[in-house]
């Protein structure tokens, strides 16, 4: 697993080259975003101890494969810790795949596993896990959250943006890394939350695919306005 550091509290540990999960400095240790792909928890855990550093908590962005697949091995191997998704994407852990009233009927998209572990607390926009913000972010998944640390104005997007063929919002189609667009549940609530995103004016953006982009806001803007283009382009 190859681990780059961004600063002084956000390291990005990168699976099979496209697969991205992170660990944030706090006081009391790291705060685990993300779980990787089954098969990770080992390797996650690995990385931490290199910095003789303790993961404290996990927090979750999304309930898709690529971002819960270790999260029964590492609940094994650490029984202690919290771990934390949004209210919203918890139910696909169990299997529930309803949409609420209100919510785009577009169909849902992308690997929802059936995960054993139980998380020991539901996320809500505002609420703080550690350090960081939790930012409602729907359109990739329903209850998609990111997290922005006021520390240092870094954001976790999860899948609200990807960076591994030139920087995209949720569902906006890359032929060289198609995966997270075939994986987008609702396009059109993407693009509204990657314009929330932005306005946070972060300093950096980490994605769940491809390579956190220092001063991210050009790159954030023209992938908006991509993205509205095609939905003009639409009409």
Known sequence: MKVT???DNLFQLTRYTFVNCFLVR???GFTLVDAGMGGSGKAILEAAQKFGVP??????THAHIDHVGSVDELHALLPDVEISISTRDSRFLTGDMS??????????RGGYPLVATK???????????GS?????????T????AFFDHRDGTLIAGDAYTNKAG?????????LFPLAAMATWSRLTGVHSAKTLLALKPTQLAVGHGDTKVNPAKAMQSAIDETERYFKGKN
């Open 119 to 129: 998380p020991t607390r539901l996320l809500n926009p505002g609420d703080k896990v």
């Open 167 to 175: 920087m995209t919002t949720a569902g906006t189609l890359r032929l």
């Open 55 to 60: 993961i404290r908590r996990i927090t979750l």
């Open 5 to 7: 550091q961004y600063g």
């Open 26 to 28: 706090e006081d009391d």
């Open 132 to 140: 960081l913000e939790v930012i409602a972010s729907p359109g990739h």
């Open 99 to 108: 949409l609420d009233p209100g919510e785009s009927s577009e169909k849902l």
């Open 142 to 145: 329903p209850g998609h959250v």
